[in-house]
């Protein structure tokens, strides 16, 4: 599942495709993806001006001229390409196979992007704007971990009093908008700190370090264009790098990389999810 580096990552990519610009064709070659498109899909899309191209925790929301949010989740295999008919401009290969492409708008400057998604996990909701924040989809979502709220204090006091692992405690969605495995236990390794800690015994410099250290990992992921695993790819077609960075998850059994630390790289289960940390140095 694409994490918030990879969603911010297509963000970026689609913005100067979409923003501002009125979709003069919107296509749907199906009926549904995880859930049925909305009723009248492409007649209510065409002819609008996308006013504003957002993300909120792992999802995309380009806010329209007539009031409605198209809310986009990439689902596990879904993603965005951009393609120009602006002739002598640069052009990426395609991709993706055409027979998974579902979605395609076309602007008013000659821009085609096309959703191709072969699991069909994602979706597409038409929502009033004035209804968002009630949502079920974005209902309850925590603070956004590259906004100024993230730091030690909040930190401590979001996890006051919880008995369940910090690793359990940081992919609470409710908490902290948009974190996902690969990046907590990057930043968890960052910070010196086990993903097995218990949560509420969190104190002041470890919840400032581990604060800095999200911050700093999801920022440094955003910069190398997300991680490549599985299915995703940018809006060029192009892989994200992040992964080459990695220093440790999915590096089991292989020698700490924290300088001085003569550790070996462990595997867990935690929650059901893989947890990969180094026990030397992560107390």
Known sequence: MPELPEVETVRRGLEPALSGR????????RPDLRFPLPEAFS?????????ALRRRAKYLLLDLDDGNTLICHLGMSGS????????????????????????IFETDCGVRVTYNDPRRFGFMLLVPQTELADHKMLRGIGIEPLGNELGGPFLRQAFAGRGTSLKAALLDQSVIAGLGNIYVCEALFRAGISPRRSAGTLGPARAER???AIR?????AVQAGGSSLRD???TSGELG???????????TGQACVRPGCAGTVRRIVQNGR??????ACQR
Do not use: K, T
């Not at 700093?216 to 440094?220: P, S």
């Open 22 to 29: 009125i979709l003069v064709r919107a296509e749907a070659r």
């Open 43 to 51: 007649e209510r899309l065409q002819g609008r001006r996308v006013l």
């Open 80 to 103: 965005f390409r951009v393609e120009d008919d602006v002739p002598g401009a640069f052009h990426h290969e395609r991709s993706r196979l055409e027979a998974h492409d579902h979605v």
């Open 210 to 212: 581990l604060a800095e």
């Open 216 to 220: 700093a990992v999801l920022v440094e």
């Open 232 to 234: 995703h790819a940018q």
């Open 241 to 251: 790098y992040f992964q080459h960075s990695f220093r440790v998850y999915d590096r």
């Open 274 to 279: 893989s947890s990969f940390f180094c026990p």
